[in-house]
């Protein structure tokens, strides 16, 4: 089965098992270089938010954003049994895809004929050396994400509703969505972000 097979089936199958979203980046690296393809499910799962957020960020349309993240998988697929540092996954994976963003943009402006601005050109530059604060600034939405992943099911509805919704969604309508009294929504709210504040910090946010 060639890579881009695998990646398609990954991408369209029901996702990984619940044990192994939960193991460390050490764990799953270990697992899928040993074919475990739940745990490239897994892998995919975790980062895909993260990798899609990178395109994004350059105004790249969701159909190239896409094709961006199928190249970072490729990259994924045949570069991690080279990786010497797991904790440095993260930051690889944030590297990886912004060359491929740089790669993209520069594809993107070889087929416009219309006249270059000085603003674009700065951007291009930023991409291909992609600054530190730029990989901290990642790393620490990818931490986040992470964490509401490891609240419970109804705390992870809640704060996606609470915060990630534009508009925002008024208590009532988020009572709704969930079932409860429009009453109880600031003291499940104030739960679980006292539940993630103590994610965080383990994590070392």
């Not at 570069?79 to 440095?88: A, W």
Request: aromatic share 8%; glycine share 4%; proline share 4%.
């Amino acid at each position: 089965m060639s890579v881009r097979t695998r990646i398609r089936k990954l991408l369209s199958s029901p996702g990984a098992t619940a044990p192994a979203l939960t193991w460390s980046d050490s764990r799953l690296v270990q697992e899928c270089l040993s074919g475990d393809e739940q745990a490239w499910a897994a892998l995919i799962s975790r980062y895909k938010n993260l990798i899609f957020s990178i395109p994004l960020r350059y105004s790249a349309t969701q159909e190239d954003a896409a094709d961006i993240f199928q190249a970072v998988c490729l990259e994924l697929f045949s570069q991690l049994s080279r990786l010497r540092k797991t904790e440095s996954l993260r930051s690889w994976l944030i590297t990886v895809t912004n060359h491929k963003c740089y790669h993209w943009k520069t594809k993107q402006r070889r087929q416009d004929d219309r006249e270059q601005h000085e603003t674009e050109e700065g951007e291009l530059q930023e991409m291909g050396t992609v600054p530190p604060e730029f990989v901290e600034e990642l790393e620490q939405e990818q931490i986040v994400r992470e964490s509401i992943a490891r609240l419970p099911e109804r705390c992870q509805e809640l704060v996606r509703l609470l915060f990630y919704e534009e508009p925002a969604i008024p208590y009532e309508e988020v009572a709704r969505r969930l079932g409860l009294a429009t009453g109880s929504i600031g003291f499940i709210r104030g739960r679980c972000l006292n539940r993630l504040k103590k994610i965080l910090e383990e994590a070392g946010f």
